[in-house]
Structure formats: C-alpha cells, structure tokens
Nanobody, 122 residues
Framework: QVQLVESGGGLVQAGGSLRLSCATS????????VGWFRQALGKEREFVAG???????YYADSVKGRFTISRDNAKPTVYLQMNSLKSEDTAVYYC????????????????WGQGTQVTVSS
C-alpha cells in the first residue's frame, strides 16, 4: 500500500502562484510514477502533469509553460509549481501514484490522495 497526502492549496489572485506538495509513504519513493489530476465543480477529473520514476515529465496542453512538476527523493515528495494562475485552474487537485510506467489516464494509477482545494479569484 502507498499513502499520499496533498497540501499547499488555498486562495490566490489570478496571475499569482502556488506550490502543491504530495508527500508519500509506504513504498520506496524512487519506484513510483506520480501524476497530478484536478476536478472542477461539475466537471470530469482531468490530467494536469506527470513524472515517471525515470524523471520524464509531461503536461496537459492547458498548463504547459505555466506549471512544473518535480520530485525530491529525500523527503520523499512530489511538487506542482503553478504560475500565472487563471480562474479556470480552480479545482480540487489530486496526487496519484503507480508502480507502473504512469500515463495521462486516471485508470493508470492505483493510489490516490484526498485532494487539496485551489481557488483562483478573477
């Protein structure tokens, strides 16, 4: 079993920045691929960013150039740095992990955190 805990959400003005954290436990961190997903009120859950255990990163087109995913194997924690935030980024953000390769699909991840709320004001 892998446990994931998200933190760092909150209220921010449009154009501002936030950094989300995903703390992991229960398994060797270096063996996990991690993805960030988000779900806005009344909408489907969507992929945001991912990082494989090899370090390869990939992003949704809507956040490319604004968001950056990274990992610190010593903590062990995965981060999502969010810059130039827009009102459309308002959602609950979830951290997910897999012992497999990782993908842009929620079905590719076995373990999920509880989520953290991000609200961007106009």
């Amino acid at each position: 079993q892998v446990q994931l805990v998200e933190s760092g959400g909150g209220l921010v003005q449009a154009g501002g920045s936030l950094r989300l954290s995903c703390a992991t436990s229960g398994r060797t961190f270096g063996s996990l691929a991690v993805g960030w997903f988000r779900q806005a009120l009344g909408k489907e859950r969507e992929f945001v960013a991912g990082i494989r255990w090899t370090g390869t990163t990939y992003y949704a087109d809507s956040v490319k150039g604004r968001f950056t995913i990274s990992r610190d194997n010593a903590k062990p924690t995965v981060y999502l740095q969010m810059n130039s935030l827009k009102s459309e980024d308002t959602a609950v953000y979830y951290c997910a992990a897999t012992i497999r390769a990782g993908s842009t699909f929620a079905t590719g991840y076995e373990f999920w955190g509880q989520g953290t709320q991000v609200t961007v004001s106009s």
